[in-house]
């Protein structure tokens, strides 16, 4: 009779113990890979939808491997940020700095910051790729069309009101997203420092 599975797994660790040390550094590395994760969202004018985006931001950062932040949020930390460039300047720097841009768009017409963000990267590919759209499913504003038509449908998310109201699913994905960047930076790293190996 073939043994369990749980008594095979320990066997073969046993028996192992290269592979084993060599598969839990491959792993550790992964988990422990930093992502700087920049958020684009309403403010606080928009009240309702803000409560939503700070929802995801609080959500993010329970990793202690995701840096996440806002242009905000980092423009009080750091004033050279409003003191010597100007406001798209800073914007331009964050996003280019992001290993992923999580934007959540709105339809209310206090909320057109993030759609903005969007439109003025839509030429620069380097910051363009790294944009997870959250997204209306059935947005009523042209400038919601206009942004939603610059990501790549992969890299969005259209939720309908009940799952913006609930905002479980769009928690969801934004995780699914960030793991999936954390993994594209991890494996990077990994492969370089395997060719340069002797």
Request: aromatic share 8%; hydrophobic share 35%.
């Given at each position: 009779?073939?043994?369990n599975?749980?008594?095979?797994?320990?066997?073969?660790?046993?028996?192992?113990?290269?592979?084993?040390?060599?598969?839990?550094?491959?792993?550790?590395?992964?988990?422990?890979?930093?992502?700087?994760?920049?958020?684009?969202?309403?403010?606080?004018?928009?009240?309702?939808?803000?409560e939503?985006r700070?929802?995801?931001?609080?959500?993010?950062?329970?990793?202690?491997?995701?840096?996440?932040?806002?242009?905000?949020?980092?423009?009080?930390?750091?004033?050279?940020?409003?003191?010597?460039?100007?406001?798209?300047?800073?914007?331009?720097?964050?996003?280019?700095?992001?290993?992923?841009?999580?934007?959540?768009?709105?339809?209310?017409?206090?909320?057109?910051?993030?759609?903005?963000?969007?439109?003025?990267?839509?030429?620069?590919?380097?910051?363009?790729?790294?944009?997870?759209?959250i997204?209306p499913?059935?947005?009523?504003?042209?400038?919601?069309?206009?942004?939603?038509?610059?990501i790549?449908?992969?890299?969005?998310?259209?939720?309908?009101?009940?799952?913006?109201?609930?905002?479980?699913?769009?928690?969801?994905?934004?995780?699914?997203?960030?793991?999936?960047?954390?993994?594209?930076?991890?494996?990077?790293r990994?492969?370089?420092?395997?060719?340069?190996?002797?």
């Open positions: 009779m073939p043994g599975s749980s008594s095979l797994a320990g066997d073969w660790q046993r028996d192992h113990p290269a592979w084993l040390a060599g598969n839990d550094e491959f792993f550790t590395g992964l988990e422990q890979t930093e992502l700087k994760v920049l958020s684009w969202g309403p403010g606080p004018m928009a009240a309702k939808s803000y939503k700070a929802s995801i931001i609080e959500s993010l950062s329970e990793n202690p491997n995701n840096e996440v932040t806002t242009l905000e949020e980092l423009s009080k930390a750091d004033p050279r940020l409003i003191e010597e460039i100007d406001v798209y300047e800073a914007g331009e720097l964050l996003a280019s700095l992001a290993d992923i841009i999580i934007c959540l768009l709105v339809d209310d017409t206090k909320a057109t910051g993030a759609p903005g963000e969007v439109l003025q990267f839509r030429a620069d590919s380097n910051i363009r790729d790294k944009v997870r759209l997204r499913r059935k947005p009523g504003k042209g400038y919601l069309l206009g942004a939603g038509e610059v790549e449908d992969k890299y969005s998310f259209p939720y309908t009101l009940a799952q913006f109201k609930d905002c479980q699913n769009i928690r969801g994905k934004c995780h699914s997203w960030v793991a999936a960047v954390r993994k594209e930076k991890f494996l990077r990994w492969r370089a420092v395997q060719k340069s190996a002797p």
